[in-house]
């Protein structure tokens, strides 16, 4: 299948993300002096910015590559809300599945600039799980439309923000397997094994670390296999992409046990890459393509935004281009 063909695939599906929703802020400016007050430097605010983040931008990312895309989360009863839902309309994400809680803020990563350098971030948040209460309301929203819909491909994105609990967790599993819908996971180490049984799971490296408590070697092929091997046998999933950095990924599953080489890229800022890799591995899933490609096209895809600074979903049409480059159907096939 030609990179061209397989973006139409993309384009083609619907695809559901529940997770962790969060506001993306950005203050631009320059550093000219340092503070009296402290060793820190001052940034005179020149512009401000805001854009989706955490399982909104994965639902971004699904967006921009064409998938019809549907989002489920918390958010809070604030101002910030109100700009989350005006950038889902903007980018023509369907958002049936946002609730406004009164138990919690809106979570917002507010990043500083200055001359392309990230200065420091500042983060309002609430990590406890959802009561009891705004659990029920929320599983009961997410399966309904997960259940009317029927999506391709059902994303969970876990931030460890408190909206994916071990109940909606096991009850949107459940769900998607009893509706044949795939899962695709990128998970946090606090709810780490309970995602069972699900089709792929995605943790990066410190998440497998932190997920297995031991010390994972990313360079050594036999150190990153064996702790994908252990995390397989305690979660039962289907297939295994494990990010590695500057290592590449790691893929294995169906009969396929592949570490691909990281491209070469001039990396500006890894913020939201994870978001991108699992919202086009999802699409993968979605369009049935062969393990080793999913790995490929993820991988590819999650290299390229790192190109940009701050979190910016994959441009549809610099990625066909690059697969069309580098070959990428060409030469996982023959691999």
């Not at 397997?177 to 309970?194: E, M, N, S």
């Not at 360079?219 to 992409?241: C, F, I, P, Q, Y």
């Not at 500057?246 to 939201?272: C, F, K, M, N, Q």
């Not at 591995?281 to 991988?299: F, H, I």
Request: hydrophobic share 45%; proline share 4%.
């Amino acid at each position: 299948m030609s990179p061209q063909e397989t973006l139409a695939r993309f384009a083609a599906s619907t695809a559901m993300v529940v997770g962790d929703v969060m506001l993306d802020a950005y203050l631009w400016g320059e550093v000219s002096r340092i503070s009296p007050e402290a060793p820190v430097p001052v940034v005179r605010v020149t512009g401000r910015s805001a854009r989706l983040g955490g399982a909104a931008n994965v639902a971004l990312n699904l967006r921009a590559l064409g998938a019809n895309t549907i989002l489920a989360g918390v958010v809070g009863n604030d101002a910030s809300a109100t700009q989350v839902e005006q950038l889902l309309t903007e980018q023509g994400i369907d958002s049936a599945g946002i609730m406004r809680s009164h138990e919690r803020p809106t979570t917002v990563k507010t990043r500083v600039i200055s001359s392309h350098q990230h200065v420091v971030r500042v983060d309002e948040e609430e990590e406890e799980d959802l009561s009891s209460k705004e659990e029920k309301l929320f599983l009961e929203t997410a399966l309904h439309i997960l259940h009317e819909r029927k999506p391709d491909v059902l994303v969970l994105e876990d931030y460890d923000k408190g909206v994916l609990t071990p109940t909606v967790i096991a009850a949107l599993v459940k769900e998607a397997q009893t509706l044949g819908i795939p899962v695709a996971v990128d998970p946090k180490k606090r709810h780490f094994f309970d995602f069972l049984g699900v089709d792929l799971f995605k943790p990066n490296l410190k998440e497998l670390r932190e997920g297995l408590k031991t010390e994972v070697d990313g360079s050594n092929l036999e150190s990153v296999r064996a702790a994908t091997r252990s995390l397989e046998e305690k979660l039962g999933n289907k297939a295994s992409l494990i990010t590695l950095s500057e290592h590449g990924a790691y893929v294995h599953g169906h009969s396929t046990d592949r570490l691909l080489p990281a491209h070469h890229r001039s990396i500006a800022d890894v913020s939201g890459a994870g978001d991108t890799v699992i919202a086009v591995a999802a699409l993968c899933l979605a369009a049935g393509l062969p393990l080793p490609l999913l790995a490929a096209w993820a991988n590819l895809a999650g290299g390229m935004v790192c190109e940009h600074v701050g979190v910016v979903p994959i441009d549809p049409v610099a990625l066909q281009k690059e697969a069309e480059r580098l070959n990428i159907a060409v030469d996982t096939a023959r691999a």
